[in-house]
């Protein structure tokens, strides 16, 4: 009979498609993952992956099981959240997800006011353009520039951030010049408000950047202007505005958590001082 340990590592198997990247994330050898793999597919009678290259593909009820786990994952979940929500002391530990420029330009700041007003309470920020899952308690609270997707969670758009364009300080504004474009997913490119990279082109910027820190740090040591948001144009060094406000791209800032954490008085405690902290930073995020 298959037990939680089974299902978790079989999911993580699934999720990754790869055994040693499975063994890294639930920190055991590759060896290991082997032979727990080995035994559960004997005990099942029945291969749960195709293998191919190293890659492993669920079979048709491998998928089953692996639907299986993901149900068992998210109800154990569930129960942590729930008792969770409940907890009453503004103490223990909260986990914030946001992008590297708001980590880095306006979360910062909050968190550590946040802190000094409650000694106890403990705040892991993780900083990355990937947000993680709230759903899977990933995470706490969720910072995003994208309205809400799910039923499961519960949000409050709190500022608006625009946009504008920027060049190096002592560098002249001639209108023929390129913007620096966005290397990466083109999807994200007009978002980012820059052409995308095109390996096949000719056409198009000479310089591409893959993060909007980068792109404000080429922009200050060239001669080729960059579209940021104002929250970063504003405050990095060597850069000024030659543009007001763009009429796009605009983003709708959200701070998130799931809808059984809402009552939970630490997320209240980062929801209160994030969305006050917005109020007082309307100029960094419009601009002056």
Known sequence: ???????????????????????????????TVFRRLAAIEAQLNMPVF???????????????????????????ANVSRQFQGEDRALSGSVTITTSEVLSSFFVARHVMALGQAHPELRMQVVSSDGMLDLSRHEADVAIRPKRLCSNALFGRKFATIRWATYMAE????????????????????????????DPNSAEGPQFFASSLVLRASMCANGGHRAVLPMIL????PGLRRVSDALASPVGDLWIVCHMDMRRNRRVRAVFDAMI?????????????
């Open 233 to 236: 144009g504003e405050v990095w």
């Open 276 to 288: 006050e902290g917005a109020r007082a930073d309307k100029a960094l995020f419009e601009g002056p």
């Open 50 to 76: 195709q293998r191919d290259g190293g890659r492993y593909t669920p079979t048709d009820d491998g998928a089953t099981i692996i639907a299986a786990a993901e149900r068992m994952e998210q109800e154990t």
């Open 170 to 197: 002592g560098r002249t504004d001639d209108t023929e010049q390129d913007h620096i474009g966005h290397a990466g997913d083109p999807r994200l490119a007009a978002f980012f408000g820059a052409p995308a990279f």
């Open 1 to 31: 009979m298959m037990g939680w340990d089974d299902y978790r590592l079989l999911l993580h198997i699934a999720r990754h498609g790869r055994v040693p990247e499975a063994a890294r994330d639930l920190r055991v050898t590759t060896s």
